[in-house]
């Protein structure tokens, strides 16, 4: 009975298969370079074989990757769904008191619904499986379960109006996700300001990112790409981030003002 290839070393398989194209380089040539045959070349990419780090770290450097596959393969050897770089946010996520986050483009993770997540997973990662894309989306809705823990953090949120109107996985998933905002959102713990369209001081039209408050190891900001992430808690950075996030805060609507305009566009998918 052949071994069921797991969906994480699929994934670094077919990345490692485009590196390997982008390079011009045949399993043979790409194998001659790192002094391992073909043969595992091909296991590697197809999955049914992991490799060890010091295979990645001679196969990164051939293909010029920059540290791309290493962060792959130990993405993959956690083997729960959540990318490395994600484990350290995680860890601060169970950790934290206070969480602050600005996003300008979609509903951030913690607030997210099933299906929305699932919208988003296919479009940006279209060439992942049915499966892989479970496999991430369960992992992010069990990251959720720190805000129903016995003494959750409070969770302040700012968004973009245009993250309320964007249909994500088209109107019925995007109504039913504003649905969900409006349901958290009444918590006391949750606090979620919304940025209108008609401001015309807007602070935020870059990256999004969050700041944490985890007790005895102060604050830290934590910030992502497509393929990768960093927490930084350089005090001058943090302070940076925490004004910024101040002047976010005051562009934005208040609580009982932002819930009006979310149940207004929530009506309009209706």
């Known amino acids: ?36 045959s073909y043969g595992l070349v091909s296991a590697f990419e197809r999955g049914i074989h992991v490799p ?24 993959a050897n956690d083997g729960n769904g959540l990318a490395a770089w994600f484990q350290g946010l995680a860890s601060l996520i169970q950790q934290a008191t206070q969480l602050r986050e600005y996003n300008p483009m979609l ?19 279209p060439a992942d499986t049915d499966a892989d894309i479970e496999e991430q989306v369960k992992a992010r809705m069990k990251r959720q379960a720190v805000l129903f823990a016995e003494r959750p953090p409070h969770l302040i949120e700012v968004l973009d109006e245009a993250v309320l109107r964007r249909p994500i996985g088209g109107r019925e998933t995007m109504g039913k996700q504003l649905e969900h905002l409006l349901k958290v959102s009444s918590e006391a713990r949750v606090a979620l300001h919304v940025i209108p369209f008609d401001t015309e001081y807007h602070p935020g039209l870059s990256e999004g990112f969050s700041l944490f ?47 009006k305009l979310i149940e207004r566009i929530r009506g309009e998918f209706s």
């Not at 052949?2 to 790409?30: C, H, I, M, N, Y």
């Open 107 to 125: 509903i951030p993770g913690l607030l997210q619904t099933e299906e929305y997540a699932r919208a988003i997973l296919r479009a940006g990662q």
């Open 213 to 259: 408050a985890v007790p005895d190891k102060g604050e830290a900001v934590f910030m992502e790409t497509r393929m990768t992430a960093a927490a930084h808690d350089d005090p001058e950075v943090v302070s940076s981030y925490m004004a910024h996030f101040s002047d976010l805060r005051g562009a934005a609507l208040p609580v009982p003002a932002s819930r």
């Open 1 to 36: 009975m052949a071994k069921k290839v797991q969906p994480q070393w699929r994934r670094f398989g077919r990345e490692l298969r485009r590196w390997r194209d982008q390079a011009g380089l045949t399993q043979s040539d790409l194998g001659g370079q790192v002094s391992i």
């Open 52 to 75: 060890k780090l010091a295979h990645v770290e001679r196969i990164d450097h051939a293909l010029s990757s920059r540290g791309a596959l290493i962060r792959l393969w130990q993405a």
